[in-house]
């Protein structure tokens, strides 16, 4: 897909979202959590689909959560090793398969979004979301949960 379809298909989804009475929350893309081997640094590949994302919340008033931000740093502190734990199954040129979840990485990750959406819209998610302060705490000390 293309990057002028991308932002047309958010667009397109937040504006069908609110005519169906609802609130739409715009989230920029997860890390795939791939790492440069000389910088030991996520390579981060999605800037343009995350900026987009942004872009059109922001055009739009719309929530939105930075995933793609709090995703990069924590795998960054906690390295490629520690990323590899969440990934989904073998990939036969790859060895892991760094853009999909795991089932345990899909909670992590979810507590993120979560703790992000609290974070930023308080009085708006926080009666609505059941915390986890342990797995909380983990990823924000930057450690492998």
């Keep these: ?83 590899d734990r969440y990934n989904w199954g073998e990939n036969g040129t790859t060895g892991k398969d760094r853009t999909h979840l795991n089932p345990w990485g899909e909670v992590v990750f979810a507590r993120l979004v979560s703790d992000l959406l609290v974070e930023k819209y308080k009085g708006e998610f926080k009666a609505w979301t059941l915390g986890n302060e342990t797995l909380s705490q983990s990823i924000k000390d930057g450690k492998p949960a």
């Design 1 to 83: 897909m293309s990057l002028t379809d991308y932002r047309n298909n958010l667009a397109t989804f937040a504006s069908e979202v609110i005519q169906s009475g609802g609130t739409p929350i715009l989230v920029t893309p997860l890390t795939r959590r791939t790492f440069n081997t000389t910088t030991h640094r996520v390579i981060e590949n999605l800037a343009n689909e995350t900026a987009i994302t942004i872009d059109v919340a922001d055009a739009q008033s719309l929530h939105y959560i930075d995933l793609n931000k709090a995703s990069t740093q924590y795998v960054n502190a906690i390295g490629q090793t520690g990323a």
